[in-house]
């Protein structure tokens, strides 16, 4: 078992109007290294569960650790070694430029000029965002901001990355491209990533745990195999469960021992070789 990194339970935020977030029936507890995601519906509380655990509000309630720091009272310190995407990049991408924006999030590790270009143009090259380097970030579009926030958060290269909602907005290839970029961060740097979705291809071909949050509580946690394969647990918290594990419910009831699988091919392979069409399954 990996150390943890950050761990959480037992929340509750009050916002200043008096809205109330409980969470009192969550605990997280996420290792170095790992990837989890968070799914809940709208209004869930993932949003204020991010904050919280980047140390941006402090609990009413329950506890936060971070590097077994308090993330709220101990920020600075914490803040070195996380970087954050929340879900409206245009709130943080602040720079006068993009190149500018990128090397904010460097300020800390004291480099030489020519050594903070050097790294801001090395991970604006790695997100194959080079070309927007002297841009004015308001005119970005969507998808090219998150890409700069993104950027600015990886640039020191945390060893916890917390991004809310990083696949919304994006078109189609651009979440699969995204989601081989994190895993290839994850990879090299063994950088934790802990990211909110609404959506579950993400979750399904990112993360090694899945959180799904339903009434202030856990609902379902486990692989993305495990927690798909919980349709009572997706319905309740308002998630649409991928298609195929649908499928792959509806055929296990009608008596047929199919697995579920993300990839289409492979679940093809799973029904036809159930059914007694092809000799073997594929692995
Ligand atoms: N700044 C705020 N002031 C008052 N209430 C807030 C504020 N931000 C969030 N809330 C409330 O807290 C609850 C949880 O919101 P939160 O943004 O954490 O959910 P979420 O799961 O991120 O939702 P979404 O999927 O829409 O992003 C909601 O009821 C919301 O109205
Ligand atoms: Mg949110």
């Avoid at 090397?103 to 080079?130: K, P």
Wanted: hydrophobic content about 50%; charged content about 20%; aromatic content about 6%.
């Amino acid at each position: 078992m990996s150390e943890v990194i950050a761990a959480a339970k037992g929340l509750r935020y009050v916002y200043p109007d008096g809205a109330e977030v409980a969470l009192q029936g969550v605990e997280l507890s996420i290792g170095a290294g790992e990837v989890a995601a968070i799914l809940a519906a709208n209004g869930g509380g993932k949003t204020t569960l991010l904050k919280l655990i980047a140390g941006l509000l402090r609990p009413a309630e329950g506890s936060v650790r971070v590097f077994g720091l308090d993330p709220y009272r101990d920020f600075e310190r914490v803040r070195t070694r996380l970087g954050a995407v929340f879900q409206y990049p245009a709130e943080q991408v602040i720079g006068p430029t993009v190149r500018d924006d990128v090397g904010f999030g460097l300020g800390h590790l004291n480099l030489s000029r020519q050594e903070l270009g050097a790294r801001v143009d090395a991970v604006l090259e790695r997100l194959g965002i080079a070309h927007l380097a002297g841009r004015i970030p308001h005119y970005l579009s969507a998808g090219e901001l998150k890409k700069v926030a993104l950027a600015g958060a990886l640039a020191a290269r945390p060893e916890l990355l917390i991004l809310d909602e990083p696949f919304a907005q994006l078109d189609t290839q651009a979440v699969e491209e995204l989601a081989v970029l994190l895993k290839e961060i994850n990879r090299d740097w063994g950088t934790a990533i802990i990211f909110t979705s609404h959506q579950p291809e993400p979750a399904a071909m990112l993360a090694e745990t899945v959180y799904v949050l339903a009434g202030g509580g856990v609902a379902a946690r486990g692989t993305p195999r495990e927690v798909f394969s919980n349709l009572d647990a997706l319905a309740k918290s308002r998630l649409r469960p991928p298609g195929l594990f649908v499928l792959a419910d509806i055929l296990q009831r009608a008596g047929l021992a199919v697995e579920p699988h993300w990839d289409a091919g492979r679940m093809a392979a799973e029904i036809l070789a159930a059914a007694g069409m092809v000799p073997g399954r594929q692995a």
